[in-house]
């Protein structure tokens, strides 16, 4: 079983920028893939980031793709999404994930393993 917490979440200006980290234990973290996904309130939970196994391979939804970076370091046991020049509309609470594959998806339900979540507010 991987336990996951995440940390890094506040309140900041629009065009600020933030660093979510997910740190993981309980097992060997490489095993995993690993997703960061989003909530705002009144909506469906979303796909943000994902990254696979090595950190070879990434993606973002259309609308982070180019503001945020995910990455992750195994020896570490931690993974990280790097979130610049932020918007309102980026307002919601932030989950990592991590499923037992090489390779992430972006269906929430695949997922095995989720954090408690970080609160990120952005103001106008």
């Known amino acids: 079983q991987v336990q996951l917490v995440e940390s890094g979440g506040g309140l900041v200006q629009a065009g600020a920028s933030l660093r979510l980290s997910c740190a993981a234990s309980?097992?060997?973290?490489?095993?995993?893939?690993v997703g960061w996904f989003r909530q705002a309130p009144g909506k469906e939970r979303e796909f943000v980031a994902g990254?696979?196994?090595?950190?070879?391979?990434?993606f973002y939804a259309d609308s982070v793709k180019d503001r945020f970076t995910i990455s992750r370091h195994n020896t570490n046991n931690t993974a990280y999404l790097q979130m610049n020049n932020l918007r309102p509309e980026d307002t919601a609470v932030y989950y990592c994930?991590?499923?037992?594959?090489?390779?992430?998806?972006?269906?929430?339900?695949?997922?095995?393993?989720w954090g408690q979540g970080t609160q990120v507010t952005v103001s106008s």
């Open positions: 994930a991590a499923r037992q594959k090489v390779v992430f998806t972006r269906r929430a339900n695949e997922y095995d393993y």
């Open positions: 309980g097992r060997t973290f490489s095993d995993y893939a």
């Open positions: 990254i696979n196994w090595s950190g070879g391979i990434t």
